[in-house]
Every structure is written in C-alpha cells, then in structure tokens.
C-alpha cells in the first residue's frame, strides 16, 4: 500500500472564516508560511451579521479595512432596543473607549469570502473543501490528515503550530476531547432573511441593529438587522420550552412569535418572506483549555456564549489576533506563555460579555438599557461594550462588571 504524502508547513490554520482569515494574514505580513484548511467552499451561509466596531481594529491589522469599506455593507452605529412600547438606541460613536466608532452589517457569505480573498491576495495559500478527519500532537510537529472532499484522497501535514478557526465545527475540540458543556441555558434560534420593505416613516433605524424583546416574556428576543440591498436577517432566540406546542413548522413558528411583538410586527408589515427559515440550537459551548502543545483555539472553536450582543465575531478576531502576535514571537524563538498572555487575557473579556448576556436573560441588563436617567458617562461605558471593547480595564463596567451592573441595576429599578 502507498503512504500517506506528507506535507511540510510552518503553520496550519484550520477554517478561513473570520479568526482564520484574519490569523492567516498576520502571520503572512510577518513573513510566515501558512496553510488554511477549510471544509466548505466560499461563500457559504453563516449567521453572526451584525459586527460590533471593535471588529474592524482587527481587519484593519491585517491589511483588510479598505476593501471591507469598498464592499458596499451596510454602514452600523449602534443598537437599538424595543420592548413593548419602549425604544432606546446605543450608538457607538458615544462611547467611553477609543476605537471604531462605526461597523458594518453584513450578510456573511459575502464578507466571509471577502476576508478570505483578501488573505489569499496578501500570498495566504487557502484549500477549500478539505476536512480534518485525525489530529496527532504526540510527537514534537503536530500531524494532520486531511481528506479531499472532491476526490476522497488522502494526505498527512506536519507543521509547527496549528491555529483551530473552525467556528461551530470546533474540529479539534472534537478530535482531542476537549469539548466541555457550556452552562449557559439550552437555548433555540429560528431565523430567515426577508425582503423587509419597512417603512421610513416607522422609524426604525438602518444603522442599527434592533433588538426586539417579546411583550410576556423577557427572556424571548428577536434580532432584526438590516442589510444595504433592502434585506434583512430576522430570528428569534428562547429556551427550548418557549417553543412548546408551536408545532415544527419553523416559518410559521417565527412568525407567529412575531405577530405576539406588535412593535416588531409593525416594522415588517410589509415584508416579503421569500426564504425558508432555519434553526440552530444549544449553541453555548465551551472547552476545557484554549491552548495546548502545538495548538490555539480561536473564536467559536474554542467557546461561545450567546447572540445577543452579536459578540461571536468580535472574539474570534480578537484571540486570532492575540494568538498571532504569540505564534509570531515563537516562532522566532522567543518563549511565550500562552495561558497569562493568550487564555486568561482573552476570557477576561469573554467573561464581560458573559455577565451582560447573564444579565439581560435575568431582565437586570435590560432595566439598565431602558432607564432614561443614566448619566451620559455610564451610558458611555455600556456603549463601549455594546460595541465590543470588552477588554478596556479602564472602564469600570469592565473592570468590575459583575458588581457594577448589579449596583446600577438596582438604581434602575428603585428610581
């Protein structure tokens, strides 16, 4: 029988979704050889649409912003939040940290493909449709093998280092055991795209996403983020018992959510509903270690909370940016530390965006949203999270998220 071909690389990225493309690019301006492995072909459908400004500091690190810019999305400023006949917006460009004002609502199969392009013009080589079907990291160069999805072949690559960007796949959390249950609650989205054909005088606001939560229950809310072709992506998020007698028709079952949100319901008035509606559920996940001998877990690979806040993305550039900046070094000889400058930097700001999305379920995060008193400079630090500065340890609501929001929350309530 013929062996395996084995293949020399430097370093291996597995998906070129955001962190992949985005990781992959850094290391090539570093000089770096790089081989992005992705098991689909571009573009392909993903959620995650609406980006938060801290994500475009990263695409600008890797040389992407321009072209990001030229692509025609949809211009973003903020949120906006509704919740029976109360309205508030958030908008980025009021916010305590300096960063990206604005950001861009994009409808992923373009934007995805567009990042990856730009990452193959920087000299990034990317090969679509090939799975990670083993991962050996027993010997000194960790071993991949990889199965060509057009032809079923088989070969073997060994590299230095291998980078796991491969989003809800999370091949090797699968493939070394390192999947943990997440602990947030099972929860459930039903989403479509619409043709939405809302009204200008409604008020709603195309620079915004709107967050919507249902009348009766707080702990139901709809995302309604609208693109620059006159579409918009519409879903649902609930626990699994909100869905209870709704039956498993999941077009009907989105709109009768929407139809019990008259707020919601008079937005899309005028939709057209032209695309069969979809589902993802118990999301949340997690990992027992970000990083290992040989490896770095990046974005959803490694954990992911919750779309509420539509934080997915912004992680997945940052720990691809912070686990460049490591493999660089190392690469060159330097010692790095990959739990106090990788993991524990990294889940210091996964653990804000935890608080908040604990706090909104909860209805405390969301008292604070709509009370009109707050003085601009708090609504200015809640704003800097909103748009995913997460990490800024000089924002107290950074710093302390935990009892600040209980303390403000308490305020909100009592006034």
């Known amino acids: 029988?013929?062996?395996?071909?084995?293949?020399?690389?430097?370093?291996?990225?597995?998906?070129?979704?955001?962190?992949?493309?985005?990781?992959?690019?850094?290391?090539?301006?570093?000089?770096?050889?790089?081989?992005?492995?992705?098991?689909?072909?571009?573009?392909?459908?993903?959620?995650?649409?609406?980006?938060?400004?801290?994500?475009?500091?990263?695409?600008?690190?890797?040389?992407?912003?321009?072209?990001?810019?030229?692509?025609?999305?949809?211009?973003?400023?903020?949120?906006?939040?509704?919740?029976?006949?109360?309205?508030?917006?958030?908008?980025?460009?009021?916010?305590?940290?300096?960063?990206?004002?604005?950001?861009?609502?994009?409808?992923?199969?373009?934007?995805?493909?567009?990042?990856?392009?730009?990452?193959?013009?920087?000299?990034?080589?990317?090969?679509?449709?090939?799975?990670?079907?083993?991962?050996?990291?027993?010997?000194?160069?960790?071993?991949?093998?990889?199965?060509?999805?057009?032809?079923?072949?088989?070969?073997?690559?060994?590299?230095?280092f291998v980078l796991d960007g491969s989003g809800y796949g999370r091949v090797l959390p699968r493939l070394l055991d390192l999947e943990q249950p997440s602990d947030f609650p099972v929860r459930r989205a039903v989403f479509t795209h619409i043709e939405d054909r809302i009204d200008p005088a409604s008020g709603f606001n195309r620079e915004k996403i709107l967050i919507t939560t249902h009348p009766e229950f707080r702990d139901v809310w709809f995302w309604s983020i609208p693109f620059s072709n006159g579409r918009c992506s519409l879903g649902v998020v609930a626990d699994a018992n909100r869905y209870q007698g709704r039956g498993d028709d999941l077009d009907a079952v989105l709109k009768q959510f929407v139809a019990e949100t008259p707020s919601l319901a008079r937005v899309l008035d005028n939709a057209v509903w032209d695309t069969p509606a979809r589902e993802i559920k118990g999301y949340s996940a997690n990992v027992k270690r970000l990083y290992g001998p040989g490896f770095a877990l990046l974005g959803n690979a490694a954990e992911f909370l919750d779309p509420v806040f539509s934080s997915g993305v912004t992680i997945a550039m940052r720990s691809a940016s912070m686990a460049a900046g490591l493999l660089d070094r190392q690469l060159n000889g330097e010692t790095v530390d990959w739990e106090n400058q990788f993991s524990e930097p990294l889940k210091r700001g996964v653990d804000t965006f935890r608080v908040y999305v604990e706090g909104w379920y909860e209805g405390a995060f969301q008292d604070v949203i709509y009370y009109d008193k707050s003085s601009p400079d708090i609504r200015a630090m809640i704003s800097s999270i909103l748009a995913g500065y997460a990490w800024d340890l000089n924002n107290p609501y950074v710093a302390e998220p935990r009892r600040r929001l209980r303390v403000l929350a308490e305020i909100c309530t009592t006034e």
């Open 1 to 160: 029988m013929k062996p395996l071909e084995v293949e020399q690389r430097r370093v291996v990225v597995i998906g070129a979704g955001p962190s992949g493309a985005i990781a992959a690019a850094l290391l090539k301006r570093n000089g770096h050889d790089v081989l992005v492995l992705e098991r689909q072909q571009f573009p392909r459908f993903s959620i995650g649409e609406s980006l938060l400004s801290h994500c475009l500091d990263f695409v600008e690190e890797a040389g992407m912003l321009d072209a990001v810019q030229a692509a025609g999305f949809q211009i973003k400023h903020g949120a906006a939040f509704a919740w029976k006949e109360r309205y508030t917006e958030i908008d980025f460009r009021e916010k305590f940290t300096d960063g990206k004002d604005t950001t861009f609502q994009v409808q992923r199969a373009a934007f995805d493909k567009l990042l990856a392009d730009e990452a193959a013009r920087q000299g990034v080589e990317i090969r679509y449709e090939e799975e990670i079907v083993a991962a050996d990291f027993s010997q000194a160069r960790p071993r991949l093998s990889v199965r060509r999805l057009a032809d079923d072949q088989r070969y073997d690559v060994e590299c230095d």
